[in-house]
């Protein structure tokens, strides 16, 4: 589990194509503080495994993880370049502080950015949402953009949804949010909670 707060953007360094997988090589620092073979690290929002981790003189080092076919086809690791930033975040522990909301790492789907309105001391961004994913998202309510937990400060059903967050200077600044284009892809994941309650209902009828 994962609570949104990005702790660095790290660097693809490298990755492996297979018929239906990849590995990735991703360059950290912080990230790597205390993790061994088998822990979880959220990569752009997506959980994935420490299956290797080579160190450098400099205090970095270079972890690798396996990607399955699903979890390319549901997110937007498949388009991750070499050199480009990813967000990471280490999985939550029981002393750590739950300073976002309660993300598990599963990405539901790919939004796309569709504008950007810049204000004094931050930025609105508005992203379009696949329909069977907009039921989900509430105003005020949270929502994980590429690993980022964010209030919805805006939103629209009709005629194709989207939603709209406030990114700060800090959210700005240190997590690749911060340089998404439009038309720019990026991984979603609803609130779980939603989720569940719905499927509950669902049940009763």
Not at 79 to 93: P, Q
Request: proline share 4%; net charge negative; with cysteine.
């Amino acid at each position: 589990m994962f609570t949104g707060i990005v702790e660095e953007v790290g660097t693809l360094a490298a990755r492996e194509e297979g018929p239906d997988s990849a590995v990735l090589h991703i360059r950290a620092r912080r990230a790597l503080d205390g993790v061994a073979l088998g822990d979880s690290i959220a990569v752009n929002g997506v959980c994935l495994t420490v299956t290797g981790v080579t160190p450098d003189e400099d205090g970095t080092g270079v972890w690798t993880t396996d990607v399955m076919a699903e979890t390319l086809r549901r997110s937007s690791l498949g388009e991750v370049g070499v050199g480009d930033g990813v967000n990471l975040e280490r999985a939550v522990t029981a002393a750590t502080r739950l300073g976002g909301h309660i993300v598990q790492g599963h990405v539901d789907g790919v939004g796309t950015v569709v504008s950007r309105t810049p204000g004094d001391h931050w930025e609105v961004v508005r992203i379009a949402v696949p329909r069977e994913l907009a039921r989900y998202v509430v105003e005020k309510g949270s929502v994980t953009v590429d690993g980022v937990s964010l209030t919805v400060s805006g939103l629209a059903d009709d005629p194709d949804p989207w939603f709209e967050v406030s990114l700060i200077p800090t959210t700005l600044r240190e997590t690749t949010l911060g340089s998404r284009a439009p038309g720019d892809p990026v991984n979603l994941e609803v609130d779980v909670i939603a989720k569940y309650v719905e499927r509950l209902l669902g049940a009763k009828r």
